[in-house]
């Protein structure tokens, strides 16, 4: 036990502010930040509705691309449920090699219960899962997929509790036969 004193009050509000301070100026990710010198890199197998997003939304496309890596180009880009855009879907994949990443994008401006899963198309699939409530964005979620196909799934609900959700979206996280 420790008596409060004036001295440890005095330490404690120290302690305090020194925490305040290095919480306003640690750097805090977000999907809608551009980082600095970060080029826009853009699958040639992307669809059309994909580049258009990229181009609309070039700082999201270029923040969540950050969240992945430099090895990462935009495969697929979703607004989600529809262009009400609730939340949108960023799928990633490696320049070179087998990667995939994923991102799902709250644009609500409130914190959801948010998921994001890739999963590969194996005998037994193998996933790779984010999920929780997230003001700014789930994920990123990232696997090396030996197989030719692999699906993201994103779900978005009010909360973990909900029995309907916003947003329950499949798509392809690579391209596939």
Known sequence: MFAI?????????????ALAAFGMSAPQASAGEVPAKTELKISAKADDTTRAIAEEET????????????SYQLYYAERLPDATRLGTLFVYNQTS?????????????????MKVK????????TCVTDEGTFSQY???VRMNVTTYCATVIAVMKTSKSATTALIDRKANARPCN
């Open 5 to 17: 004193t004036k001295k440890n009050s005095v330490r404690a509000a120290a302690a305090v502010v």
């Open 59 to 70: 700082a999201a496309v270029l923040a969540t691309g950050n969240l992945c890596g430099s």
């Open 97 to 113: 090699g087998d990667g995939v990443c994923a991102i799902f994008d709250n644009n609500t401006g409130t914190a959801k219960y």
């Open 118 to 125: 890739v999963c590969d198309y194996k005998t037994t699939p």
């Open 138 to 140: 789930a994920g990123p």
